[in-house]
């Protein structure tokens, strides 16, 4: 999850959280996402704090018998990483009254339906912190291919991103295998999601003689081509080099 990992510890939410807590939600069979998100978060703020959340007990017994192996200084995870883990899901239970600044909910949503989207989204932003971010997407097994959606305290989403492993990449298309719970459905012709799609294939078509350059500069012109052809691309080319490609959420949103 380093391309998520990376996009929250740019966040204006984590960065000048006056409580830099971050849940990871829904983190998996093992601990081992919530650790490398610590690490990565840490090296922007080392008051960073990241709280694994999962519904199956399990699991959480898992990532506990984990973290005790960090803390001992058995693994390669600073043994001083600020992890903890409990048992929550949606309403993101937390001691004390304490609201995080970011909660990341990845591939939790995808066995819901899209009519439960907004209110998946309401319940665990309400626990935000009042300048708090949701991030919800979806990405494959290795993390290469992965977009999301930033949701705000109100539960209101603001903008989508598409991030992608340039190397290798044959068309960024394929991200529609991994496109947000309230999105996938979407990608079919008629849809804003699906223009999208469509027209950075063809500007990634465009831009083939630049792979001579590389990937990345490849990208960069893709991207560029559907800023000049209107679409609102937010940014500029410092994240578009990592593969990121951000828009207003109304840029894609379902028109039904």
Known sequence: MR????????????????????????????????????????RVRADAEVRGLEIDPVR????TRQLGEVQAGNTSF?????????????????????????IRAMNVLRQYDEADVPGAWRTMAGRLDADGLLVEGTCDEIGRVSS??????????????????????????????????????????????????????????????LSTFGATQRFLAAVGALREQGWPVLGGKSRWRLGELTLPWEAVAPLA
Not at 78 to 102: H, I, K, T
């Open 148 to 209: 999301w959606i930033d949701v705000d305290p109100a539960g209101a989403p603001q903008r989508f991103t598409i991030s992608l492993r340039l190397a290798d990449l044959e068309h960024p298309s394929i991200v529609a295998e991994r496109l947000p719970k309230a999105l996938i459905h979407r990608n079919v012709p008629g849809e804003r999601v699906h223009a999208l799609l469509v027209d950075l294939d063809r500007e990634w078509d465009r831009a083939a003689p």
């Open 3 to 42: 391309r998520n990992d990376r996009w929250i510890a740019a966040s204006t939410a984590f960065r000048r959280a006056a409580d830099p807590l971050v849940i990871d939600l829904g983190y998996g069979a093992s601990g081992v996402t919530a650790f490398e998100l610590a690490t990565r978060l840490q």
């Open 78 to 102: 600073s043994p001083d990483l600020q992890v903890s883990f409990a048992r929550g899901g949606f309403e993101v239970p937390l001691p004390a009254g304490r609201r995080p600044a970011v």
């Open 60 to 63: 959480v017994a898992t990532a």
